[in-house]
């Protein structure tokens, strides 16, 4: 687990930034960045798709947007029941059809590629985003696939070469964390482009470095040979733009960030190194003695040391780069630790027990060499010595230690990783909300359902604090060695909002309730009563307000969650009020459901109309209550 931590928690954060490169948006202003195509490609403001249309079904109505102040003329689209959308800018929108099916590609050629970018797909459609024209990731209205194909959202596609060596059969994504039609979901992908010698002879084969969806990994390191189906050449180089594919179907695009990566020659060189051994508290209690062993090394590595624990040591070295350029450095490694590069300090962590440390820094460096230094030391027994250097080259992170040092696939300790099997697990553990210490949530139980859709009940707030679908949770933190109490859902979470729902309102516009530990322990506040399981395994949560029973019951259906709400007791109390949703933007869809948080999810319920209302900086959508009410959470 340490290892997962090392990578997931460090070196994803530097895969962004790279030497001699500045991140840059697209604009989307107008079609200027793209080269000319037949029409089907246009800027607008907004996008509204209705999910539950395939855009395959026949709909010839044209069904005009009602425009507000800031937009300009109504405009119906094809199909015109499943996508319509308002002038403006800031989103590309495809709409092709039999005479207008270009495919849009950039006036900007790259070679190592960092890309950022938000899309949109109507039920039923296809599209795909060619890297250097040539690698297509998959774009498909995937939602729901529960064993993804190279030709699901996020696979790399293959081509339709007939010659055995030209055969390129695709790479399915590693698992399917595709939004439902007409949600923005987001991409992001670490390109390494083909490598030519100066007669132009291809010497290493592009690769993917990563690609993720949702924020969850689906390819790590993946080498394509040859270019996929339907490229702009059928051939290789070392530039080439961005195309986007347009005659399969309309998709929708927005936020469009890259950086083009120079690639960039980082090595060490004359490596020595210094040991000693006794229970250290900080870098002070030992440098300054006469080491136990010291000596040469050809790579930077800590297997030079005799014990596993209660030691310190120091290597040093030359360092060499080969361009003026603002690097970036990682150290992962088990204990503390200290780093400095051509006489100035970057890291410095003094822990003997430190976990899962994840520390970087950057230095701006001209091309030459530099001396370097780091100092570590552990005198935690339940961790192995592990130390690992490396730096943000390119599009590449690059080790710069020996294999056995840090090893790639080392897990210290092995993952405790928690699944429903046949029937759901209900399990309690302590939440971070959005991944945050200061929003952990303590009251909180997760369910794990056999669909592989699974949530986490807030019992303190009476409250759904996350959902997700895919594996359930991830339990090491909790359970390993002294552990913290929390588990950490796995896939991609949708965090919808803290705090109680339910609330009696003076007046509609009143705030809802946040809960602390005063209000827990106040008579006739909202105080839960615990749960009772049904014969499918499933809770339904139980608890008291002012005078009320409240009953949750919350069960997956259709790959979505459903969320039954029941009041008892209320005898025709008014000002009851229930808050479904919070976020940035909420807006009413075609079919009658709510995007919320800038179509970041749905929520459907029938029998009630909900209000949508401005409160402390966000929108909530809220209903009253007279009874009991069901309604879905879609994503």
């Known amino acids: 687990m340490l290892k997962r931590y090392f990578l997931e928690a460090g070196l994803i954060l530097v895969i962004g930034v790279s030497a001699q490169a500045q991140t840059q948006t697209l604009p989307l202003t107008d079609l200027s960045a793209f080269r000319p195509q037949a029409g089907n490609w246009q800027i607008v403001g907004d996008v509204v798709i209705n999910p539950d249309l395939d855009i395959h079904e026949a709909g010839k109505d044209v069904q005009p947007v009602k425009q507000g102040k800031k937009s300009k003329g109504a405009v119906a689209v094809t199909n015109q029941k499943a996508v319509t959308f308002t002038s403006g800018t800031g989103i590309l929108l495809n709409l092709n059809d039999d005479s207008k099916k270009d495919h849009l590609v950039t006036n900007l050629e790259h070679g190592d590629l960092e890309l950022e970018l938000e899309v949109m797909l109507p039920r039923g459609s296809n599209s795909g985003i060619y890297l250097q024209g040539r690698y297509e990731v998959q774009l498909l209205d995937s939602w729901g696939v529960q064993t993804p194909k190279y030709s699901d959202i996020g696979g790399i596609y293959r081509n339709w070469e007939t010659e055995r060596e030209k055969i390129y059969m695709g790479k399915a994504p590693l698992s399917n964390p595709a939004k439902a039609p007409g949600l923005w979901q987001k991409f992001k992908i670490s390109f390494r482009a083909p490598r030519f010698d100066a007669s132009g002879k291809k010497i290493e084969n592009a690769r993917f470095v990563y690609i993720d969806l949702n924020g969850v990994r689906i390819h790590d390191n993946v080498e394509v040979p040859l270019p996929t189906g339907g490229p702009i050449e059928n051939n290789e180089k070392p530039l080439g733009p961005l195309m986007i594919q347009g005659d399969h179907g309309p998709v929708a695009i927005r936020n469009i960030r890259y950086t083009v990566v120079k690639p960039v020659s980082v090595t060490v060189q004359d490596v020595t190194y210094q040991t000693w051994y006794g229970d250290y508290k900080l870098i002070s209690d030992f440098v300054a003695l006469p080491p136990a062993a010291s000596g040469k090394l050809t790579e930077l590595s800590c297997e030079v040391l005799d014990n596993e624990d209660a030691y310190g040591s120091r290597y040093t070295g030359t360092l060499t780069v080969s361009d003026d350029a603002v690097y970036q450095f990682f150290l992962a490694y088990t204990g503390g630790a200290r780093l400095t590069i051509n006489n100035q ?130 339990a090491t933190p909790m359970w390993h060695d002294r552990g913290d109490g929390s588990f950490k859902p796995l896939g991609a979470t949708l965090f919808l909002f803290n705090n109680q729902p339910l609330a009696f309102l003076t007046v509609p516009t009143d705030a809802f309730p946040v809960i602390t530990r005063e209000a827990e322990v106040r008579q006739g506040e909202y105080r839960s009563k615990g749960y009772a399981v049904d014969e499918a395994g499933r809770p339904t949560f139980k608890a008291t307000y002012r005078g009320l029973e409240v009953e949750d019951k919350v069960y997956p259906k259709d790959n979505a969650i459903v969320h039954e709400v029941a009041i008892k007791n209320l005898n025709g109390q008014s000002g009851l009020y229930y808050k479904l949703a919070e976020g940035k933007v909420i807006t009413k869809n075609p079919n009658g459901s709510y995007a919320v948080d800038d179509k970041s999810y749905y929520v459907r319920i029938s029998g009630v109309t909900p209000q949508i209302r401005e409160s402390n900086g966000k929108q909530e959508l809220i209903i009253p209550v007279s009874g009991s009410f069901t309604y879905s959470i879609i994503w």
């Open 345 to 474: 300090q970057l890291l410095n962590a003094q822990s003997a027990d430190g976990w899962w440390p994840t520390n970087q820094a950057n230095i701006t460096l001209k091309a030459g060499s530099y001396p370097f230094e780091i100092i570590n030391y552990k005198n935690a027994s339940w961790m192995p010595p592990r130390l690992g250097f490396y730096v943000q080259a390119g599009a590449d992170i690059k080790p710069l230690h020996a294999f056995n040092s840090y090893p790639p696939n080392d897990q210290p300790v092995s993952p405790i990783l928690i699944s429903p099997g046949s029937s759901p697990k209900l399990l309690r553990a302590f939440l971070d909300f959005n991944g945050d210490y200061k929003q952990r949530l303590t009251h909180t139980i997760g369910v794990g359902d056999p669909s592989g859709v699974h949530y986490v009940y807030d019992l303190k707030a009476g409250n759904l604090a996350c959902v997700w679908r895919g594996e359930f949770v991830d």
